[in-house]
């Protein structure tokens, strides 16, 4: 069951890209509630009981499925954009905060001036329209499906980091949770970036 949620608003200021904010409430209740129907489904719940393994599979390939279909809307990938892109800051399209626990999903919502006038400086910086929401590893599809598609200047492509500021003991599960969320963006048909401490690079 695919949840439709409303367009993001432009927010007002906000600290710099990698701090943890919340995205709009519509799109926090659309994630869990689509990342829900994965282990739930839509109908009533019943007396706990063994869990159906294959049900569970089924369901959630059913989900990636119709996410998939609804991300096919966007247009495939322009890298003559995104690949001009040198810093994280000016990344306009999603882009994903791996850590050793969660995801940090970053979206920059549609500039609602659309004069060419003064974008991406002083005035108007690229920074003080992202909103950031965080979610378990699972809950990605979900999270993708309740990005507006305005969000995707760059086409059907998505930018991932690890966190910089982990710990080393932390380091094999942020790179296990990576390995995880791009293969979740390979099957939704989302080209990644892998962007790294010296550059980027297609995965």
Excluded: F
């Amino acid at each position: 069951m695919l949840i439709q949620a409303p367009m993001l608003t432009p927010a007002g200021p906000q600290p710099r890209s990698r701090s943890v904010q919340s995205l709009p409430s519509a799109l926090l209740i659309a994630a869990t509630a689509l990342a829900a129907t994965t282990t739930t489904g839509c109908t009533p719940s019943a007396p706990a009981g063994p869990v159906d393994t294959r049900a569970v599979v089924a369901q959630q390939q059913q989900l990636n499925n119709e996410v998939r279909q609804q991300l096919e809307q966007i247009p495939p990938p322009s890298k003559t954009r995104y690949l001009a892109v040198r810093s994280l800051s000016s990344w306009e399209n999603p882009y994903i905060t791996v850590q050793a626990n969660m995801l940090t999903l970053h979206v920059t919502v549609a500039d609602a001036n659309t004069s060419a006038l003064g974008q991406g400086g002083m005035l108007r910086p690229v920074g003080a329209r992202r909103q950031n929401l965080d979610i378990r590893v699972g809950e990605l599809p979900a999270a993708l499906n309740a990005v507006p598609q305005s969000a995707w200047p760059y086409g059907r492509v998505i930018a991932v980091e690890e966190a910089h500021d982990a710990p080393a003991s932390a380091r094999p599960e942020i790179r296990r949770n990576l390995e995880i969320a791009m293969r979740s963006l390979n099957d939704l048909g989302v080209v990644v970036y892998e962007w790294t401490e010296g550059g980027a690079g297609l995965r």
